[in-house]
Protein backbone atom coordinates (compact mmCIF):
# COMPACT_ATOMS: atom_id res chain seq x y z
CA UNK A 1 0.00 0.00 0.00
CA UNK A 2 1.44 3.52 -0.91
CA UNK A 3 0.31 6.16 1.94
CA UNK A 4 -2.09 8.96 1.18
CA UNK A 5 -4.52 11.54 1.62
CA UNK A 6 -7.91 10.25 0.95
CA UNK A 7 -8.15 8.94 -2.35
CA UNK A 8 -4.47 10.28 -3.20
CA UNK A 9 -1.50 12.51 -3.05
CA UNK A 10 -0.62 16.03 -3.60
CA UNK A 11 -0.46 16.67 -7.32
CA UNK A 12 1.52 19.51 -9.25
CA UNK A 13 0.39 23.12 -8.41
CA UNK A 14 -3.09 24.59 -10.87
CA UNK A 15 -1.96 27.28 -13.28
CA UNK A 16 -3.59 30.61 -12.39
CA UNK A 17 -6.75 30.14 -14.73
CA UNK A 18 -7.68 26.81 -13.01
CA UNK A 19 -6.82 27.61 -9.42
CA UNK A 20 -9.41 30.48 -9.90
CA UNK A 21 -12.23 28.13 -11.36
CA UNK A 22 -11.81 25.88 -8.47
CA UNK A 23 -11.47 28.19 -6.22
CA UNK A 24 -14.84 30.07 -6.98
CA UNK A 25 -16.08 26.41 -6.84
CA UNK A 26 -15.03 25.33 -3.35
CA UNK A 27 -16.23 28.53 -1.87
CA UNK A 28 -19.80 27.58 -3.56
CA UNK A 29 -19.72 24.17 -1.79
CA UNK A 30 -18.08 25.89 1.78
CA UNK A 31 -21.01 28.60 1.60
CA UNK A 32 -22.16 28.70 5.10
CA UNK A 33 -19.76 26.46 6.38
CA UNK A 34 -16.45 28.02 6.18
CA UNK A 35 -13.54 30.09 4.21
CA UNK A 36 -10.88 28.33 2.05
CA UNK A 37 -7.15 28.85 3.89
CA UNK A 38 -5.36 26.76 1.22
CA UNK A 39 -6.07 24.30 -1.87
CA UNK A 40 -4.32 21.48 -3.29
CA UNK A 41 -5.57 19.55 -5.53
CA UNK A 42 -4.77 15.49 -5.22
CA UNK A 43 -3.59 13.19 -7.71
CA UNK A 44 -4.72 9.65 -8.35
CA UNK A 45 -8.24 10.17 -7.94
CA UNK A 46 -9.76 7.26 -9.00
CA UNK A 47 -12.59 8.24 -11.60
CA UNK A 48 -12.07 10.64 -14.61
CA UNK A 49 -15.38 12.43 -14.47
CA UNK A 50 -14.69 13.97 -10.55
CA UNK A 51 -11.74 16.09 -9.00
CA UNK A 52 -10.94 16.52 -5.87
CA UNK A 53 -9.12 18.34 -3.71
CA UNK A 54 -7.60 18.89 -0.26
CA UNK A 55 -8.61 22.38 1.76
CA UNK A 56 -8.02 24.00 4.54
CA UNK A 57 -10.82 26.01 5.95
CA UNK A 58 -11.16 28.54 8.65
CA UNK A 59 -14.87 27.10 10.33
CA UNK A 60 -16.48 26.35 13.78
CA UNK A 61 -18.41 23.73 11.94
CA UNK A 62 -15.86 21.90 10.08
CA UNK A 63 -12.15 20.12 10.48
CA UNK A 64 -9.49 22.15 9.59
CA UNK A 65 -9.10 20.38 6.56
CA UNK A 66 -11.84 18.84 4.40
CA UNK A 67 -11.93 17.26 0.84
CA UNK A 68 -13.93 18.66 -1.91
CA UNK A 69 -15.37 16.29 -5.07
CA UNK A 70 -16.36 18.17 -7.97
CA UNK A 71 -17.80 17.47 -11.19
CA UNK A 72 -15.06 16.79 -14.25
CA UNK A 73 -14.05 20.11 -16.13
CA UNK A 74 -14.16 19.10 -19.28
CA UNK A 75 -18.09 19.72 -20.57
CA UNK A 76 -18.70 16.14 -22.62
CA UNK A 77 -17.48 14.65 -19.40
CA UNK A 78 -19.82 16.45 -17.45
CA UNK A 79 -22.24 15.66 -19.92
CA UNK A 80 -21.59 11.55 -20.01
CA UNK A 81 -21.78 11.85 -16.43
CA UNK A 82 -25.12 13.26 -16.10
CA UNK A 83 -26.74 11.06 -18.90
CA UNK A 84 -25.58 8.29 -16.96
CA UNK A 85 -26.63 10.18 -13.39
CA UNK A 86 -22.93 9.33 -12.21
CA UNK A 87 -22.96 12.57 -9.95
CA UNK A 88 -26.94 12.20 -8.84
CA UNK A 89 -25.83 8.91 -7.69
CA UNK A 90 -23.46 9.96 -5.00
CA UNK A 91 -24.74 12.84 -3.86
CA UNK A 92 -27.99 10.84 -3.43
CA UNK A 93 -25.73 8.05 -1.46
CA UNK A 94 -24.20 10.45 0.54
CA UNK A 95 -27.68 11.96 1.28
CA UNK A 96 -29.91 9.05 1.70
CA UNK A 97 -27.58 6.09 2.23
CA UNK A 98 -24.17 6.36 3.79
CA UNK A 99 -25.12 7.07 7.21
CA UNK A 100 -27.06 4.09 7.45
CA UNK A 101 -24.69 1.74 5.89
CA UNK A 102 -22.40 -0.57 7.48
CA UNK A 103 -19.89 0.66 5.54
CA UNK A 104 -17.16 2.40 7.28
CA UNK A 105 -17.62 5.59 4.71
CA UNK A 106 -16.05 9.63 4.81
CA UNK A 107 -18.31 11.98 7.15
CA UNK A 108 -20.11 14.32 4.28
CA UNK A 109 -20.77 17.96 5.51
CA UNK A 110 -22.20 19.08 2.08
CA UNK A 111 -23.70 17.44 -0.93
CA UNK A 112 -25.56 19.24 -3.47
CA UNK A 113 -26.64 18.86 -7.29
CA UNK A 114 -27.12 20.92 -10.00
CA UNK A 115 -30.84 20.83 -11.29
CA UNK A 116 -28.88 19.28 -15.32
CA UNK A 117 -27.06 16.92 -12.93
CA UNK A 118 -23.97 18.28 -14.86
CA UNK A 119 -21.95 19.69 -11.55
CA UNK A 120 -22.01 18.51 -7.89
CA UNK A 121 -20.08 19.13 -4.68
CA UNK A 122 -18.98 16.93 -2.00
CA UNK A 123 -17.78 18.41 1.11
CA UNK A 124 -16.06 14.92 2.72
CA UNK A 125 -14.00 14.28 5.99
CA UNK A 126 -10.02 14.10 4.95
CA UNK A 127 -9.38 10.17 5.53
CA UNK A 128 -5.42 10.10 6.03
CA UNK A 129 -4.87 6.07 5.29
CA UNK A 130 -2.99 3.37 2.89
CA UNK A 131 -4.63 3.02 -0.23
CA UNK A 132 -5.10 -0.76 -1.21
CA UNK A 133 -2.96 -2.09 -4.32
CA UNK A 134 -4.56 -1.85 -7.08
CA UNK A 135 -1.44 -2.21 -9.63
CA UNK A 136 0.01 -4.82 -7.83
CA UNK A 137 -2.88 -6.54 -6.93
CA UNK A 138 -4.32 -7.52 -3.39
CA UNK A 139 -3.68 -10.63 -1.76
CA UNK A 140 -5.91 -13.52 -1.24
CA UNK A 141 -6.21 -12.65 3.01
CA UNK A 142 -6.91 -9.18 2.18
CA UNK A 143 -9.38 -9.90 -0.27
CA UNK A 144 -11.37 -11.88 2.63
CA UNK A 145 -11.09 -9.40 4.94
CA UNK A 146 -12.89 -6.54 2.45
CA UNK A 147 -15.37 -9.34 0.85
CA UNK A 148 -16.97 -9.79 4.67
CA UNK A 149 -17.30 -5.92 5.22
CA UNK A 150 -19.20 -5.70 1.85
CA UNK A 151 -21.14 -8.87 2.68
CA UNK A 152 -22.47 -6.64 6.04
CA UNK A 153 -23.52 -4.26 3.74
CA UNK A 154 -24.88 -6.16 1.37
CA UNK A 155 -27.49 -7.98 3.63
CA UNK A 156 -28.54 -4.68 5.01
CA UNK A 157 -29.57 -3.16 2.17
CA UNK A 158 -31.57 -6.52 0.97
CA UNK A 159 -34.00 -6.04 3.65
CA UNK A 160 -34.36 -2.28 3.38
CA UNK A 161 -35.93 0.22 0.70
CA UNK A 162 -33.00 2.06 -0.97
CA UNK A 163 -33.69 5.46 -1.82
CA UNK A 164 -34.87 7.11 -5.21
CA UNK A 165 -31.47 8.07 -6.75
CA UNK A 166 -28.73 6.38 -5.08
CA UNK A 167 -28.90 3.86 -7.77
CA UNK A 168 -29.81 2.51 -11.06
CA UNK A 169 -30.67 -1.17 -11.79
CA UNK A 170 -27.85 -2.75 -13.87
CA UNK A 171 -30.43 -3.75 -16.42
CA UNK A 172 -31.62 -0.10 -17.19
CA UNK A 173 -32.62 0.72 -20.51
CA UNK A 174 -29.48 3.37 -20.85
CA UNK A 175 -26.93 0.96 -20.31
CA UNK A 176 -28.37 -1.26 -22.82
CA UNK A 177 -29.07 1.33 -25.26
CA UNK A 178 -25.44 2.50 -25.09
CA UNK A 179 -23.09 -0.10 -23.39
CA UNK A 180 -22.79 -2.62 -26.21
CA UNK A 181 -21.09 -0.08 -28.14
CA UNK A 182 -19.12 0.82 -26.21
CA UNK A 183 -17.38 -2.72 -25.82
CA UNK A 184 -17.21 -3.03 -28.83
CA UNK A 185 -14.84 0.21 -29.42
CA UNK A 186 -12.93 -0.83 -26.03
CA UNK A 187 -12.46 -4.26 -27.58
CA UNK A 188 -10.93 -2.66 -30.87
CA UNK A 189 -8.86 -0.35 -28.79
CA UNK A 190 -7.72 -3.31 -26.27
CA UNK A 191 -6.76 -5.74 -29.44
CA UNK A 192 -4.56 -2.75 -31.08
CA UNK A 193 -2.43 -2.19 -27.85
CA UNK A 194 -2.91 -5.16 -25.64
CA UNK A 195 -2.29 -9.04 -25.79
CA UNK A 196 -6.17 -10.06 -25.34
CA UNK A 197 -6.27 -13.54 -25.54
CA UNK A 198 -8.97 -15.63 -27.34
CA UNK A 199 -11.06 -16.66 -24.61
CA UNK A 200 -11.02 -13.26 -23.38
CA UNK A 201 -12.68 -11.66 -26.92
CA UNK A 202 -15.01 -14.49 -27.12
CA UNK A 203 -16.22 -13.81 -23.97
CA UNK A 204 -16.54 -9.97 -25.03
CA UNK A 205 -18.60 -11.67 -27.70
CA UNK A 206 -20.95 -13.51 -25.97
CA UNK A 207 -21.95 -11.28 -23.65
CA UNK A 208 -22.07 -8.08 -25.98
CA UNK A 209 -24.64 -10.67 -28.16
CA UNK A 210 -26.42 -11.50 -24.75
CA UNK A 211 -26.36 -8.25 -23.54
CA UNK A 212 -29.98 -7.78 -22.44
CA UNK A 213 -30.31 -10.61 -21.09
CA UNK A 214 -27.09 -11.36 -19.22
CA UNK A 215 -28.39 -8.11 -17.21
CA UNK A 216 -31.31 -8.89 -16.90
CA UNK A 217 -30.22 -12.24 -14.70
CA UNK A 218 -28.04 -10.19 -12.87
CA UNK A 219 -30.91 -8.75 -11.28
CA UNK A 220 -30.75 -11.81 -9.19
CA UNK A 221 -33.34 -13.06 -6.99
CA UNK A 222 -32.33 -10.64 -3.69
CA UNK A 223 -31.02 -7.62 -5.49
CA UNK A 224 -29.33 -5.53 -2.88
CA UNK A 225 -27.36 -2.17 -2.85
CA UNK A 226 -23.81 -2.53 -4.75
CA UNK A 227 -20.96 -0.38 -4.29
CA UNK A 228 -20.71 -0.91 -8.42
CA UNK A 229 -16.98 0.09 -8.68
CA UNK A 230 -15.58 -2.13 -5.74
CA UNK A 231 -11.79 -2.06 -6.51
CA UNK A 232 -8.60 -1.57 -4.74
CA UNK A 233 -8.35 1.89 -5.56
CA UNK A 234 -11.43 3.02 -3.63
CA UNK A 235 -10.86 1.39 -0.47
CA UNK A 236 -8.59 2.71 2.33
CA UNK A 237 -7.05 0.99 5.26
CA UNK A 238 -7.55 3.12 8.76
CA UNK A 239 -5.89 1.20 11.43
CA UNK A 240 -6.61 -1.99 9.86
CA UNK A 241 -9.94 -0.87 9.19
CA UNK A 242 -11.70 -0.59 5.82
CA UNK A 243 -13.11 2.35 4.15
CA UNK A 244 -14.78 2.67 1.25
CA UNK A 245 -14.91 5.64 -0.74
CA UNK A 246 -16.13 7.01 -4.78
CA UNK A 247 -20.18 5.92 -4.86
CA UNK A 248 -20.75 7.05 -8.41
CA UNK A 249 -21.70 4.03 -9.84
CA UNK A 250 -23.87 2.59 -6.62
CA UNK A 251 -26.23 -0.20 -8.73
CA UNK A 252 -28.81 -2.09 -7.53
CA UNK A 253 -28.52 -6.06 -8.81
CA UNK A 254 -27.20 -9.64 -7.26
CA UNK A 255 -25.13 -8.68 -4.51
CA UNK A 256 -22.56 -11.36 -5.50
CA UNK A 257 -21.99 -8.69 -8.48
CA UNK A 258 -19.95 -6.72 -5.93
CA UNK A 259 -17.88 -9.93 -5.34
CA UNK A 260 -17.08 -10.69 -9.17
CA UNK A 261 -16.06 -7.08 -9.83
CA UNK A 262 -13.35 -7.08 -6.95
CA UNK A 263 -12.17 -9.94 -7.44
CA UNK A 264 -11.56 -9.43 -11.59
CA UNK A 265 -10.62 -5.77 -10.55
CA UNK A 266 -8.24 -6.23 -7.85
CA UNK A 267 -7.22 -9.87 -6.52
CA UNK A 268 -3.97 -10.91 -7.22
CA UNK A 269 -4.36 -13.32 -10.32
CA UNK A 270 -2.05 -15.97 -8.83
CA UNK A 271 -3.85 -15.84 -5.54
CA UNK A 272 -7.17 -16.43 -6.26
CA UNK A 273 -7.73 -19.82 -7.74
CA UNK A 274 -6.78 -21.02 -4.14
CA UNK A 275 -9.31 -18.56 -1.93
CA UNK A 276 -12.21 -18.09 -4.84
CA UNK A 277 -14.69 -20.79 -4.19
CA UNK A 278 -14.13 -20.21 -0.27
CA UNK A 279 -14.11 -16.62 -0.42
CA UNK A 280 -17.57 -16.95 -2.59
CA UNK A 281 -19.03 -19.27 -0.10
CA UNK A 282 -17.74 -17.05 2.98
CA UNK A 283 -19.38 -14.19 1.27
CA UNK A 284 -22.88 -15.90 1.16
CA UNK A 285 -23.03 -17.06 4.73
CA UNK A 286 -22.58 -13.54 5.60
CA UNK A 287 -24.77 -11.83 3.04
CA UNK A 288 -27.37 -13.78 3.42
CA UNK A 289 -27.12 -15.12 7.36
CA UNK A 290 -29.71 -17.10 8.51
CA UNK A 291 -31.43 -17.74 4.87
CA UNK A 292 -30.25 -21.03 4.09
CA UNK A 293 -28.86 -20.56 0.23
CA UNK A 294 -27.84 -23.34 -2.63
CA UNK A 295 -24.41 -23.16 -2.61
CA UNK A 296 -24.62 -24.34 -6.56
CA UNK A 297 -26.60 -21.40 -7.80
CA UNK A 298 -24.44 -18.68 -5.95
CA UNK A 299 -21.88 -19.86 -7.11
CA UNK A 300 -23.24 -20.17 -10.85
CA UNK A 301 -24.69 -16.55 -9.95
CA UNK A 302 -21.31 -15.61 -9.50
CA UNK A 303 -19.88 -17.47 -12.87
CA UNK A 304 -22.10 -14.99 -14.72
CA UNK A 305 -20.96 -11.92 -12.89
CA UNK A 306 -17.65 -12.65 -13.57
CA UNK A 307 -18.57 -12.79 -17.25
CA UNK A 308 -19.76 -9.62 -17.38
CA UNK A 309 -17.13 -8.11 -15.86
CA UNK A 310 -15.47 -8.58 -18.90
CA UNK A 311 -17.34 -5.20 -19.75
CA UNK A 312 -14.94 -3.19 -17.46
CA UNK A 313 -11.84 -3.20 -18.60
CA UNK A 314 -13.37 -2.45 -22.20
CA UNK A 315 -15.15 0.71 -20.50
CA UNK A 316 -11.73 1.80 -19.64
CA UNK A 317 -9.77 0.90 -22.81
CA UNK A 318 -13.05 3.33 -24.63
CA UNK A 319 -11.79 5.96 -22.76
CA UNK A 320 -8.08 5.81 -24.20
CA UNK A 321 -5.35 3.86 -23.00
CA UNK A 322 -2.58 6.22 -23.03
CA UNK A 323 -2.24 6.60 -19.57
CA UNK A 324 0.42 4.07 -18.20
CA UNK A 325 -0.92 3.29 -15.05
CA UNK A 326 -4.48 2.90 -16.59
CA UNK A 327 -3.04 0.66 -19.46
CA UNK A 328 -1.23 -1.80 -17.07
CA UNK A 329 -4.32 -2.08 -14.93
CA UNK A 330 -6.35 -2.88 -17.80
CA UNK A 331 -3.92 -5.35 -18.93
CA UNK A 332 -4.30 -7.23 -15.67
CA UNK A 333 -8.13 -7.02 -15.34
CA UNK A 334 -7.85 -8.77 -18.39
CA UNK A 335 -4.93 -11.72 -17.17
CA UNK A 336 -7.67 -12.26 -14.16
CA UNK A 337 -10.79 -12.75 -16.78
CA UNK A 338 -8.22 -15.18 -19.16
CA UNK A 339 -7.96 -16.91 -15.95
CA UNK A 340 -11.55 -17.00 -14.78
CA UNK A 341 -12.60 -18.38 -18.29
CA UNK A 342 -10.31 -21.21 -18.07
CA UNK A 343 -11.10 -22.21 -13.91
CA UNK A 344 -14.56 -21.10 -14.45
CA UNK A 345 -16.25 -22.06 -17.63
CA UNK A 346 -17.53 -18.57 -18.21
CA UNK A 347 -19.01 -19.63 -21.71
CA UNK A 348 -21.12 -21.86 -20.25
CA UNK A 349 -21.85 -19.12 -17.56
CA UNK A 350 -23.31 -16.87 -20.36
CA UNK A 351 -24.66 -19.44 -22.61
CA UNK A 352 -27.27 -20.09 -19.71
CA UNK A 353 -27.66 -16.94 -17.94
CA UNK A 354 -29.74 -18.53 -14.82
CA UNK A 355 -32.86 -16.10 -14.61
Known amino acids: M ?137 SGDEAVAVISEVARHHRFWVERDISPGVSLPINNDLYLAVLPDVMDAGLAVAREQLDVSDAVVGLTGAVRDQFADVTSALIGPTPSLCHGDLRAENILVLDNQFAFVDFQVGTHC ?34 YAGDAQDFDDVWNRYRLATAFCVAYPLFAAAQGLEDSVRLTQVEQVFARLDRACQDLDLGSAVSRPAR
Open 2 to 138: RPSVMMGALSQPMGPQLMSEVESRVEQALAGLGSVRNINELAGSTAFTSRLFEVEVDSNALPDTVVVKLEASDPATQFSAAALQLYAREVNFFRHAAEASPLRTPTCFAADLSDDGMTFHLVLERLVGGHMDQTGGV
Open 254 to 287: DPVFDVAYFVTQSVDVDSVADIERDLVRSWSDEA
